[in-house]
């Protein structure tokens, strides 16, 4: 079966602070993506990166990266020194290789406080 | 570029009536997705077409929900009769090849209530 859990339901930090979200994934397939999504206040549902099986090398775009680990089924998401707008829902989504269906986790709630 | 287009972004209606929910997928998209949100499941695939064809029609909750993709410029997503157990965000998604690493770009929702 195939699923994504994200255990931190909601993680709460002042402003400046680095921050971890957690993604773990299971699947069979060999070949697989990986997605974080981030849902504001706001509602709407924003793609931040994806990444394939085949490509373990981890990325890093302005204060946000993504450190993708086969070995563990991880695919955890840093936001170094953290600001107010970083407020939101993050998803992490696994999808396999044969279907167009995304399996999304529960989400992290994050909270950045001034 | 224009993205994901949903309307309405809010409905509020009595049990019983019909629901209809529009999309206007990314030009270019050959695909779309209409996914339903709520506290207790999250987010959940219902339908998905390619080339204004569904692909997989399983998570669609019953017979009281049924999806269309008359071109492939618009979708709509049918609640007859609506239950309040159906109030939900749902999105609309669309995507080029998601066969491959091509990510989904969701719309802003509609926040549907049933009273």
């Known amino acids: 079966a195939q699923k994504v859990t994200q255990a931190q339901t909601e993680i709460s930090v002042v402003e400046k602070e680095d921050v971890t979200l957690d993604c773990v994934y299971e699947?069979?397939?060999?070949?697989?993506?990986l997605f974080w999504y981030k849902q504001p206040p706001s509602g709407e549902l924003v793609f931040l990166i994806r990444?394939?099986?085949?490509?373990?090398q981890n990325e890093i775009s302005g204060r946000y990266s993504w450190n993708f680990q086969k070995s563990t089924s991880s695919f955890n998401f840093t936001i170094t020194a953290s600001q107010v707008v970083d407020s939101a829902v993050y998803f992490c989504?696994?999808?396999?290789?044969?279907?167009?269906?995304?399996?999304f986790g529960q989400g992290t709630t994050l909270q950045v406080k001034p | 570029d224009a993205g994901v287009i949903q309307s309405p972004r809010h409905e509020v209606t009595e049990m019983g009536q019909e629901v209809t929910l529009r999309c206007k997928p990314i030009s270019g998209h050959d695909y779309l997705f209409w996914y339903r949100q709520t506290m207790m499941r999250g987010l959940e695939l219902l339908i998905y077409?390619?080339?204004?064809?569904?692909?997989?029609d399983s998570g669609m909750p019953e017979d009281r929900f049924s999806a269309k993709m008359p071109n492939a410029s618009f979708s709509t997503l049918k609640i007859q009769p609506s239950e309040p157990r159906d109030s939900a965000v749902y999105f609309c998604?669309?995507?080029?090849?998601?066969?491959?690493?091509?990510?989904?770009?969701f719309g802003d929702g509609t926040r549907l209530s049933i009273l």
């Open positions: 077409f390619n080339n204004n064809v569904p692909i997989d």
């Open positions: 699947t069979r397939d060999t070949t697989y993506y």
């Open positions: 989504a696994l999808r396999m290789g044969n279907t167009g269906k995304l399996i």
């Open positions: 990444r394939n099986s085949f490509d373990e």
């Open positions: 998604a669309s995507s080029q090849d998601p066969y491959s690493n091509q990510p989904q770009h």
